[in-house]
């Protein structure tokens, strides 16, 4: 980590080694294949997703309530919100 000229020095020596590089190639796509196989993760996602009533949990409460309603808001204008609140009443 860190080291620019020991990285540099590494590429070179595989550039230098063709089949050590090809080696090293076939390793990483079989171990990504074997890791990574999409009927496997499949499995193991459709096993978690039936698992979800058992891992559920309900997220906590806020931590501050919301007071006032829907109308008392900064960008209503006051006008508008007595008129809403009269004809809210007068419904009622």
């Known amino acids: 980590m860190g080291d620019i000229g020991a990285f540099a020095d590494a590429i070179a020596r595989l550039d230098g080694d063709r089949a050590r590089l090809e080696a090293m190639s076939v390793a990483a796509r079989d ?10 993760r499949a499995a193991d996602f459709q096993s978690l997703y ?3 009533p ?24 006051n006008p508008v919100v007595r008129m809403v609140r009269s004809a809210i009443r007068a419904a009622r």
């Open 31 to 40: 171990a990504v294949a074997r890791r990574f196989d999409i009927r496997d």
């Open 54 to 77: 058992e891992l559920y949990r309900p997220l906590a409460a806020p931590e501050h309530l919301q007071y006032g309603s829907r109308l008392d808001r900064p960008w209503i204008p």
């Open 50 to 52: 039936a698992r979800w």
